[in-house]
Nanobody, 117 residues
Framework: QLVESGGGLVQPGGSLRLSCAAS????????LGWFRQAPGKEREGISC????????NYADSVKGRFTISRDNAKNTVYLQMNSLKSEDTAVYVC????????????WGKGTLVTVSS
């Protein structure tokens, strides 16, 4: 399973780092992605990182503010979120994918990020 942590309430302009830890299977076989779903909106894929971390991609909405990384030794993927905006408020979910843009094999349950003053 995948378990996210690190969500919470943060003021606009602030930062948070989300973590997603895997148990029961090794993450290094998979590309890893972060998705988010805001209230009343469709789920949005925001970032993905390849198996060895050599390739990353980002949605335009988060490019330049968010950074995805992974530590295969710790079986964990991270999402560093800087310069947060109110429109970043959402449930953030990590996923293990066969490859970036490929099918999701495992989903996490999500962690809520609220950006508000």
């Amino acid at each position: 399973q995948l378990v996210e942590s690190g969500g919470g309430l943060v003021q606009p302009g602030g930062s948070l780092r989300l973590s997603c830890a895997a148990s029961g299977f090794p993450l290094d076989y998979y590309s890893l992605g972060w998705f988010r779903q805001a209230p009343g909106k469709e789920r949005e894929g925001i970032s993905c990182i390849s198996t060895n971390g050599g390739s990353t991609n980002y949605a335009d909405s988060v490019k330049g503010r968010f950074t995805i990384s992974r530590d295969n030794a710790k079986n964990t993927v991270y999402l560093q979120m800087n310069s947060l905006k109110s429109e970043d408020t959402a449930v953030y979910v990590c996923a293990a994918r066969a490859y970036c843009k490929g099918p999701v094999v495992y989903w996490g349950k999500g962690t809520l990020v609220t950006v508000s003053s």
